[in-house]
Each structure stands twice: as C-alpha cells, then as structure tokens.
C-alpha cells in the first residue's frame, strides 16, 4: 500500500501551509470589484548557485507560478504584481531571474526585459 495519495479538496489548507515552506515570496492583487478576491498573484523564490563571473554570489530569482482571475486579465494586475516581485529579488542580491513562459504570457515578460532562452525558458539580467 502506498504512503502517497492524491490531495483534495479537504487538503487545501495543509496544502497552502506547506506551500509556503518553499516560498520566500508571494506578492498579491486584490480583485477591485469582488471583496476577498485575488485579482493576481505571484511567486518566486531566491536560490543560491555555484558563483560564476556574471553572478559571483550564485544568487538567482525562480518565478514559479503567476496567475491572474480570468475577469481580470489586461488591467495590469500581473505586472504590478511581477514588478514587486523583481525588486523583492534585486534586494537580495540577485543577479538574474529565470522563469518557463507561456505563450500567452510572453508579451509581458518580454515588455518587463526577459529574453528566450531555450523554450519555454527565459532569462533577465538584473
């Protein structure tokens, strides 16, 4: 019999506790038109490498999930949200930021000075 099992819905709050464990940094929208709502949200976290000449401490921001409420896409909510989220990783040192893009999401990764890197990689340089 296995340990593992597939969470549900009765896991979401354990699953949440968790979660926060591995991030070390969550930046949120509130949605203006729905009270207790997420507009957008953010998450990344710092992780330490090998230093090499363009990053001698090994610092480099992860960008692991970005998600905006559908009613709310193309109001500048993820943007705001990436744009905290970039400076939380600048005060820390890092020296770059690394996040897998979607399509979809492309244009404004691009527009905030990510460039491709072997797809669906990209990379800024900070």
């Given amino acids: 019999m296995s340990l593992v ?3 549900t819905a009765e896991d979401a709050s354990e699953v ?5 464990v591995m991030i070390d940094s969550v930046f949120v929208v509130d949605h203006p038109e729905r ?3 997420l507009a957008a949200m ?3 976290t ?3 490498r090998i230093g090499r000449a363009d990053n001698p401490h090994g610092r480099v921001g992860y960008i692991f999930s970005v998600a905006t409420d559908p009613d709310a896409r193309r109001r500048g909510y993820a943007r705001a949200c990436m744009a905290e989220l970039l400076e939380w990783f600048r005060e ?3 020296a770059q930021v690394d996040l897998n893009a979607s399509a979809e999401a492309e244009p404004l990764y691009v527009s905030l000075g ?3 890197k072997p797809d669906p ?3 800024l340089a900070l």
């Fill in 16 to 20: 949440l506790r968790l979660r926060q």
């Fill in 46 to 48: 710092l992780e330490y």
């Fill in 114 to 116: 990510f460039v491709r």
């Fill in 5 to 7: 099992r597939r969470a």
């Fill in 35 to 37: 009270p207790g709502v």
């Fill in 92 to 94: 820390r040192g890092a």
């Fill in 121 to 123: 990689s990209m990379r």
């Fill in 42 to 44: 953010v998450a990344g």
